[in-house]
């Protein structure tokens, strides 16, 4: 069996550099210059069961691994005011004790609103063209923690979010190179304002 990988120049790898992340809900779909994101991976469980002098394994059930992200905290859109207003979307909700104009019914978190409120995050991996190699979709997916950084008057590096995003299950599609879209993206212009759908 020969390796065309090494020998031929029309064989390209994928990059770990050449991806964008969107995700969406009711507030919009936004393109995220996110600095790192976690793919969406698995664990199998198992089931042990013990005969005689040996012991069998059985697959159990599967189970998403949660997704970290690092996000760049922009001036416009502003990312932790967004995130914020996603918590909010969820159901949450802050009013004070003495807040006389205190609801007779208070919302708290539900799923069908966290959900509603991030949408379904997409996680696409490009080619040197700028085509759609791979587009993993995550489902049922809700804001589980987000760190707004610390402030430190020695670093002048950028501000950032980092996000983790809990969810039920994801899927991958993949493009053969002669079907593939290329994505309607410039990335010269800096990152885009939310867009509605």
């Not at 020998?7 to 995220?32: H, M, S, V």
Request: a negative charge; aromatic letters at 12%; charged letters at 25%.
């Amino acid at each position: 069996m020969s390796n065309k990988f090494w020998t031929e120049a029309t064989t390209q790898p994928k990059r770990n550099y050449r991806w964008l992340l969107r995700f969406g809900g009711d507030r919009g779909e936004i393109i995220w210059w996110a600095k790192t994101v976690t793919v969406p991976s698995f664990e199998v469980s198992e089931t042990e069961h013990d005969f005689m002098d040996n012991k069998y394994y059985y697959p159990g059930r599967v189970t998403w691994s949660e997704i970290s992200m690092t996000l760049v905290d922009p001036v416009s859109p502003d990312a932790t005011s967004d995130t914020l207003e996603r918590l909010k979307g969820a159901g949450y909700m802050v009013k004070g004790l003495n807040d006389i104009n205190v609801p007779t019914t208070r919302p708290t978190l539900s799923k069908q609103k966290s959900v509603g409120s991030l949408g379904r995050i997409r996680m696409q991996l490009l080619d040197a063209e700028g085509l759609v190699l791979e587009n993993w979709t995550v489902e049922n997916a809700f804001i589980k923690s987000a760190k707004y950084g610390d402030l430190d008057y020695s670093n002048d590096e950028l501000r950032t979010i980092e996000m983790t995003v809990r969810y039920d299950w994801a899927s991958c599609e993949f493009s053969n190179r002669a079907e593939a879209e290329a994505v309607d993206f410039d990335s010269r212009a800096g990152p885009p304002a939310i867009t509605s759908e």
